[in-house]
Antibody
Framework: QVTLKESGPVLVKPTETLTLTCTVS??????????VSWIRQPPGKALEWLAH???????SYSSSLRTRLTITRDTSKSQVVLTMTNMDPVDTATYYC??????????WGRGTLVSVSS | EIVLTQSPATLSLSPGETATLSCRAS??????LAWFQQKPGQPPRLLIY???KRATGIPARFSGSGSGTDLTLTISSLEPEDFAVYYC?????????FGQGTKVEIK
């Protein structure tokens, strides 16, 4: 069974760094046709793509958030990690990791709601 | 990056009716477009890819059409479980972008 599961803090303070982990099962992060993205959704709002890691370990970031994001992976643990620095209340959102297979997001984790508040 | 504009923002329909959702792109996406369904508290679910291909397990009442800059998702004979928010997403160029969503609500 193919699954993705996000984990991380539910609450962070402004200016802190957020670290989220996506643990995948049922497929390999090194598979040529696949990669993993992080996508977020503020409450009641639309989806926003943040970052992606390809099967060859190449990374890509949202141009508007590039300076704050880092995506890495640990293939031995089947994990993809996203860090976002200098968190602000406007970053309050549900953060999803999603598998990109043949260039479409075919599977998503259930998401993790992160609130930013002092 | 390619901007996707969905219309209408909200569609009020009764079960059994047909829903027609539009996704307009700021430049051509050819047929490289997907549609997702999202219910409250759940992640998006892939319905349609490559504009008109149904994902695994998606009922035949969901169909996608169009190419270029104007694409459409049609839901024939709405079932109660179809009332949700629908997003389009393009993969014509990187980065992938999403529309702002269309909510299909019960009239």
């Amino acid at each position: 069974q193919v699954t993705l599961k996000e984990s991380g803090p539910v609450l962070v303070k402004p200016t802190e760094t957020l670290t989220l982990t996506c643990t995948v099962s049922g497929f390999s992060l090194s598979n040529d046709r696949m990669g993993v993205s992080w996508i977020r959704q503020p409450p009641g709002k639309a989806l926003e793509w943040l970052a992606h890691i390809f099967s060859n370990d190449e990374k890509s970031y949202s141009s508007s958030l590039r300076t704050r994001l880092t995506i890495t992976r640990d293939t031995s643990k089947s994990q993809v990690v996203l860090t976002m620095t200098n968190m602000d209340p406007v970053d309050t959102a549900t953060y999803y990791c999603a598998r990109l297979k043949d260039w479409y997001f075919d599977l998503w984790g259930r998401g993790t709601l992160v609130s930013v508040s002092s | 990056e390619i901007v996707l504009t969905q219309s209408p923002a909200t569609l009020s329909l009764s079960p059994g009716e047909t829903a027609t959702l539009s996704c307009r792109a700021s430049q051509t996406v050819y047929g490289y477009l997907a549609w997702f369904q999202q219910k409250p508290g759940q992640p998006p679910r892939l319905l349609i890819y490559d504009a008109s291909k149904r994902a695994t397990g998606i009922p035949a009442r969901f169909s996608g059409s169009g190419s270029g800059t104007d694409l459409t998702l049609t839901i024939s004979s709405l079932e109660p479980e179809d009332f949700a928010v629908y997003y389009c997403q393009q993969r014509r160029s990187w980065p992938p972008t999403f529309g702002q969503g269309t909510k299909v609500e019960i009239k």
